[in-house]
């Protein structure tokens, strides 16, 4: 079993539309939970933390349930520009505080 | 300028050759890390620094190895590269935060290995 384990998707929704991804990780030991946003073969860059009492950062809500040990990540109102590779990341993989990637969901937004 | 820089960009070589990346940051980071990307695969740790003395293997070492030549330098090494090491690499740095290290990534290397 994958430490992080997410739907590779792809996710096509239209523009307006509201999509979310769901991400399973196995180490309950995990102490830090994030989404990064990665564009075609571009590098990842940090989209938001994920916080156990889940937070919100304009059309992006993250949430976290320690018990089921999944993440997820909802995206309101979507645009062209949302167009991406999402990456589900945990600490805890190997050694200190190193971080874990989930595969991706790919999520394409048409017009 | 770009924060964290990779060189090459892209690199073709044939099996066999040693090959180094490099990576330099100016974000004054102590920690510096080396991924590998395949498709389907996600981000792989092949090597990470927490500083100039610390050296530690990610889940993929094999066949890499690493330098920390200062706090703003770490460069990867495939002694003698082989078809299965063709991906895409990427450097990151990170300062520690009690919530979690953010990481900030450079652009990537694209690798070849014929």
């Known amino acids: 079993r994958k430490e992080v384990e997410q739907d590779p998707g792809p996710f096509n929704v239209p523009e307006g539309a509201t999509v979310a991804f769901n991400c399973t990780y196995s180490n309950s030991a995990s102490q830090s939970f994030f989404w990064y946003r990665q564009d075609c073969r571009k590098e990842p860059k940090l989209l938001m933390s994920?916080?156990?009492s889940g937070n919100e950062d304009g059309r992006f809500t993250a949430q976290l349930n320690r018990a089921s040990q999944y993440i997820s990540l909802l995206i309101r109102d979507s645009k062209l520009s949302d167009s991406a590779t999402y990456l589900c990341v945990v600490t805890g993989g190997t050694g200190r505080r190193a971080l874990t990637f989930g595969s991706g969901t790919r999520l394409q937004v048409q017009p | 300028d770009a924060d964290v820089t990779q060189t090459p960009r892209n690199r073709i070589t044939k099996t066999g050759k040693r090959i180094m990346l490099e990576c330099s940051q100016t974000k004054g980071h102590d920690r510096m890390y080396w991924y590998r990307q395949d498709p389907g695969l996600g981000l792989r740790l092949i090597y990470y620094?927490?500083?100039?003395?610390?050296?530690n293997k990610g889940e993929i070492s094999d066949g890499y190895s690493v330098s920390r030549q200062a706090q703003a330098k770490f460069s990867l090494s495939l002694e003698s590269a082989i078809p299965n090491q063709t991906a895409l690499y990427f450097c990151?740095?990170?300062?520690?935060?009690?919530?979690?290290?953010?990481?900030?990534f450079g652009p990537g290397t694209r690798l070849t290995v014929l």
């Open positions: 620094s927490f500083d100039v003395k610390d050296i």
């Open positions: 990151a740095t990170s300062f520690a935060l009690a919530g979690g290290d953010t990481q900030y």
């Open positions: 994920v916080y156990s």
